[in-house]
């Protein structure tokens, strides 16, 4: 079967780095994704992974080890409209063409003063 | 602007009745998703399409019904037989299944049946 694993809740102060960690054990293995979705909203893509190594994007960054089944996102100079959900979600290979995508739960991430 | 549209983005059904939630994109995207989201708990795939008049079953198809009659719509239907249908239902588009193709959300229907 296919299990994701993420903290439910997380706490940063403005202006800090946080680092959201995400496990994964799955079969068929082909890219890791990063959401984000601010509450009652919709999500929007922040990253992919498929090879092991660092991603970077502007405040934003996102780690992979294949060997591991770890990945996290990286946060930098954490701004209040960070808070909101982050949704880790593996894409697996199918036997047809399609791409699906599997979820964790989310982290949600409140950033405080 | 082009994007994904869902309607209502609120809706109200009484138990034992079937309804039907749009999703439409203009993105010329080949793929669809349908997911369902309910509080503690990841998005779960329901249905999924990579071409105009084939669809699959997702993890969680049961009660729900598709059609993929044109490229642009996904329309999904709650029927009676869903034992749990009051959630947030999602709609994903993707350029096409194979690759790496992120999909694009649209802004969801949450649904309440009483």
């Known amino acids: 079967g296919q299990n994701i694993d993420q903290p439910t809740e997380m706490t940063a102060t403005e202006g800090a780095i946080v680092q959201i960690n995400c496990t994964y054990q799955?079969?068929?293995?082909?890219?890791l994704f990063w959401y984000q979705q601010h509450a009652g909203e919709a999500p929007t893509f922040l990253s992919y992974n498929v090879l092991d190594g660092l991603e970077e994007k502007g405040r934003f960054s996102s780690f992979l080890s294949r060997s591991k089944g770890y990945s996290y996102l990286l946060l930098k100079e954490l701004q209040m409209k960070d808070s909101a959900s982050y949704l880790c979600a593996v894409r697996l290979i199918n036997t047809g063409t399609a791409s699906k995508l599997t979820f964790g739960t989310g982290t949600r991430l409140q950033v405080t003063l | 602007d082009g994007g994904i549209t869902q309607s209502p983005k609120y809706l109200f059904r009484k138990e034992g009745q079937n309804v039907t939630l749009s999703c439409e994109q203009n993105?010329?995207?080949?793929?669809m998703y349908w997911y369902r989201q309910d509080p503690g708990q990841g998005l779960r795939l329901i249905y999924y399409s990579q071409i105009v008049n084939d669809f699959q079953k997702g993890d969680i198809a049961e009660g729900y019904s598709v059609s993929r009659e044109k490229k642009e719509s996904f329309p999904l239907t709650v029927t009676s037989a869903q034992k749990n249908p009051t959630a947030f239902y999602l709609c994903a588009s993707s350029e096409d299944s194979s690759g790496y193709n992120e999909q694009y959300f649209g802004p969801g229907t949450r649904l309440t049946v009483t």
């Open positions: 993105l010329n995207h080949d793929a």
């Open positions: 799955t079969s068929g293995f082909n890219g």
